[in-house]
């Protein structure tokens, strides 16, 4: 193949290189039990260490979101409960799961890419793989795995922590008393719109973690090129969390 | 043994290797040597198995890498201990953990029978204290040195060098020299050394394999590297020691 026909058929070959990485990681699956160790760990730099941004991040989106639903909504004739019928739903549905999905794209998929990138630029994935390690089951599979177990604990905590912003800045606003925000979002309230925001946490999970890995492992060029990695993997994790939302959203809804 | 067959491999659409054909025997120290970029590191990582070739073969002990399992070819690299360019140290680690951790992937020893292992591997590249080390912490000699303790670390059959002297002070890349010509006669291994370093080559190799161009352009002894007449071999070997005489004769000036 020349120099040119292979730049233009690139976008595939990384698309194929991406669902072969995939296929291999899901093979590894198998040695799973070998690699606890290192899901715990990756669960803590994925998972534990990302509560406070998410926490922080989800305070604000809930007590922003209250504040204007009072904006936009409340008139004599609209009783405020509704803005715990709005709210909640919206957080639960929506804001729960990208907020934290865009915050972990940048903190754990950068992290993610700029870890394999540099292991794979000074060799060290040679490395592990000269030994007879699998490096995909090593570095890749605990990290997606701990990716997809930490996302929903990760959400559930945005959205407790979003909807208690929403509580006490509507009430502390004199916008809606806690109890009417809380009796409107008990009357709307759907479980399904819980498991389904679960779901969709699950999906982001991977998503941003399977990206990353991706764009990390097959990381070329020296700084740069990890530099590069680092950049594409937090946008290109962003892009396919908004596709996904998207499929989600018109599939299930 | 490691044959190669006919080896084609290119890279974006560029062709680096045209049809290498090199066999490695058994307990004899092979230097592949060559311009930088020739392709000398590539044709090492297909004896491994680190790279596929586009065309040709790669025998290891008579297993045929192009078509052997993923789980086979895990079995076949657990002979080899390799030494890569920059070390390839895992910077997660320390220097101890980085020596341990295939012993303590890949064998059921008990913790002390590891620490034993590891220092003894430690005190043969001539570093007992640097365990408690981060690789960041080490010098570059240094983390070659430990990098070849790690390489050593579960005896493997054969150990592959990658440029080990490069980047190297000339002192140091002595030690490293003395070093792995200890480790042959001590371990018995086979080894394959790439290097553009003719100092290297004359220190530690059996045979030396110029590549060239895409081919193994020569490949023979050392005394027959001595009494070569082909001239784009020869240029590559003068080089070497027009700069290693040049710097003595610097020197003789102004001492």
Redesign the interface.
């Known amino acids: 193949?020349?120099?040119?026909?292979?730049r233009v058929l690139e976008p595939f070959i990384a698309l194929g290189r991406f669902f072969l990485l995939l296929a291999r990681a899901f093979r590894s699956l198998r040695e799973v039990a070998r690699y606890w160790k290192n899901i715990f760990e990756q669960m803590v730099h994925i998972g534990i260490e990302s509560i406070p941004i998410v926490a922080l991040a989800a305070l604000f989106s809930g007590a922003v979101t209250t504040v204007q639903t009072a904006h936009q909504l409340v008139s004599p004739f609209i009783p405020v409960s509704i803005i715990g019928a709005v709210v909640v739903p919206s957080v639960v549905l929506e804001l729960g799961a990208v907020v934290t999905g865009f915050l972990l794209a940048g903190r754990v998929g950068a992290r993610i890419a700029a870890e394999l990138g540099?292991?794979r630029v000074?060799?060290?994935i040679?490395?592990l793989?000269?030994?007879?390690?699998?490096s995909v089951g090593y570095l890749i599979v605990p990290r997606v795995v701990a990716g997809v177990l930490m996302f929903p604990v990760l959400y559930v905590v945005a959205c407790v922590v979003a909807i208690g912003g929403g509580i006490f800045v509507g009430h502390y606003t004199g916008e809606v008393p806690a109890g009417e925000f809380i009796a409107g979002a008990r009357e709307f309230f759907r479980p399904f719109d819980a498991t389904f925001g679960l779901l969709k946490s699950l999906v982001f999970g991977f998503v941003i973690t399977a990206v990353s890995c991706y764009k990390g492992y097959y990381t070329r060029g020296g700084a740069e090129g990890v530099g590069r990695a680092t950049t594409e993997a937090a946008v290109t994790s962003c892009v396919y969390l908004l596709l996904a939302d998207l499929v989600l959203a018109a599939t299930l809804l | 043994m490691i044959q190669l067959q006919d080896i084609h491999k290119s890279f974006g659409g560029t062709p680096v290797i045209k049809g290498a054909s090199l066999e490695v025997r058994e307990g004899e120290t092979l230097a592949i040597i060559g311009r930088s970029g020739s392709g000398k590191s590539v044709l090492m990582k297909h004896m491994i198995g680190l790279l596929k070739p586009d065309s040709g073969i790669v025998h290891v002990d008579g297993v045929d890498l192009n078509t052997v399992s993923y789980k086979q070819l895990q079995m076949v690299r657990r002979n080899f201990g390799v030494l890569f360019q920059g070390g390839a140290l895992f910077d997660s680690m320390n220097s101890f953990d980085n020596v341990a951790f295939p012993i303590r992937t890949f064998s059921n020893l008990s913790e002390t029978e590891i620490s034993e292992r590891v220092l003894e591997c430690l005190e043969m590249v001539e570093l007992p204290d640097v365990g408690p080390k981060m690789p960041p912490e080490l010098s570059g000699g240094m983390q070659k040195r430990v990098a070849l303790a790690r390489a050593i670390a579960m005896r493997p059959r054969y150990i592959m060098y990658d440029e080990p002297t490069s980047g190297l002070d000339p002192e140091t890349s002595n030690t490293i020299d003395q070093l792995i010509k200890s480790l042959t006669d001590k371990l018995r291994v086979t080894s394959v050394v790439v290097t553009h370093d003719m100092h290297s080559v004359l220190t530690i190799a059996d045979r030396a394999a110029f590549i060239n161009e895409g081919v193994i352009w020569w490949i023979g002894t050392i005394p027959e590297l001595h009494a070569c007449t082909d001239k784009t071999l020869c240029d590559f070997v003068r080089a070497n020691e027009y700069q290693i005489g040049e710097g003595r004769a610097a020197y003789k000036d102004n001492p």
């Open positions: 193949m020349s120099a040119n026909t292979i540099t292991m000074t060799e060290q040679d490395a793989e000269a030994m007879g390690l699998n």
